[in-house]
Structure formats: C-alpha cells, structure tokens
Nanobody
Framework: VQLQASGGGLVQVGGSRRLSCAAS????????VAWFRQAPGKERDFVSAVKYGVGTTYYDDFVKGRFTISRDNDKKTVYLQMNSLQPEDTAVYYC???????????????????WGQGTLVTVSS
C-alpha cells in the first residue's frame, strides 16, 4: 500500500484544515489508517485512527472534540478534519496503515506497516 498525505498549510489559531490520506494498492477496507504527528524537536505522537471494516474511530485526548477522522473506502481515502486549531497542533502530520490491526494497538506506531510522506500544518497566532 502506498499512502499520499496532503492538505497541510498555514492556518490561523482557531481555524480549520482538512488533511487527506490517499491510498493506492492493497485492499483498502482491510486497513486501519491512522494519523500521527511530529512537532519540532519532539517525538511522533498518535492523533487519531479509523479501524478497518466498520470504521470505529479513536482519538488522542488532546484532539478529541476538535478533530474528526473519516474514511471513504470507495475513494481509498482517509480524512482528518481539524477544527479549533491551536499553536500546539503545529506539526508534520503522517498517515499510516496496517492491515487488520488489533483494537489494542491502534495508537502504537510500530504496528503500522505503511507510511505516507507527511504534510506540514502550521498554526499561526
């Protein structure tokens, strides 16, 4: 599976941005797809994931209520709608995929097999 992340850019505090992760190859519906982010000088952290098949969603507490993840299996694309953006949300956002990922593992980076190239989101005050 190849992943292409897009949608990053400069946004003002309180603004919104939608990221896309387009997949090619593989059976997309079989993959849990997640977003991770890496802020300057920090480790990469889990943001959100959408499960294979039924599409159960998961969120890190810091983004819960502000971000919404969704998937369109026909378009083989996962979206991350980000609202009420804060300067702390500034980071490179990566999408990642893993097939038939166990529910307990959705936030663990090492279980994701495929990674996109990252897209930079900068929240300016």
């Amino acid at each position: 599976v190849q992943l292409q992340a897009s949608g990053g850019g400069l946004v003002q505090v309180g603004g919104s941005r939608r990221l896309s992760c387009a997949a090619s190859g593989g059976t997309f519906i079989n993959y849990t797809v997640a977003w991770f982010r890496q802020a300057p000088g920090k480790e990469r952290d889990f943001v959100s994931a959408v499960k294979y098949g039924v599409g159960t969603t998961y969120y890190d507490d810091f983004v819960k209520g502000r971000f919404t993840i969704s998937r369109d299996n026909d378009k083989k694309t996962v979206y991350l709608q980000m609202n009420s953006l804060q300067p702390e949300d500034t980071a490179v956002y990566y999408c990642a995929a893993a097939s038939f990922l166990h529910d307990d593992d959705y936030s663990t980076e090492r279980y994701y097999t495929f990674w996109g190239q990252g897209t930079l989101v900068t929240v300016s005050s």
